[in-house]
């Protein structure tokens, strides 16, 4: 979808400004993550914070599978990972001067 839309503005407009490619990258991520079962992502230079769908673990059989679930995002990734807990449970990640969209799309793509 987002690929589509890219092309579309190109074919219209030109060459996608920077600042509509970050746009475009935010969304596909945003996607991506619903897809995981993550209902908010907020990104920053040095991090980003997915929070999980409250409903989200009823997806699963049983509690051991959605740990398991879970426990494939950390044991995937190359970058640190931490829970975060509060209001909504989610996992923050670290980019550790990594290029944030591919640390991302890296650990989304399932």
């Excluded at 596909?28 to 409250?54: C, H, P, W």
């Amino acid at each position: 979808v987002i690929n589509d839309i890219r092309e579309e503005m190109r074919d219209r407009f030109g060459t996608v400004p920077d600042e509509a490619e970050t746009l475009l990258q935010v969304a596909g991520i945003r996607l991506m993550a619903q897809k995981n079962g993550f209902k908010r992502v907020t990104i920053s230079e040095k991090d980003a914070r997915l929070y999980l769908d409250e409903s989200w673990p009823e997806h699963f059989e049983t509690q051991e599978l959605f740990t398991d679930y879970i426990r494939s995002f950390i044991d995937s990734s190359d970058n640190e990972i931490r829970f975060l807990s509060g209001d909504s449970f989610g996992i923050r990640v670290f980019f550790n001067g990594k290029e944030p969209f591919t640390v991302l799309k890296k650990l989304l793509q399932r």
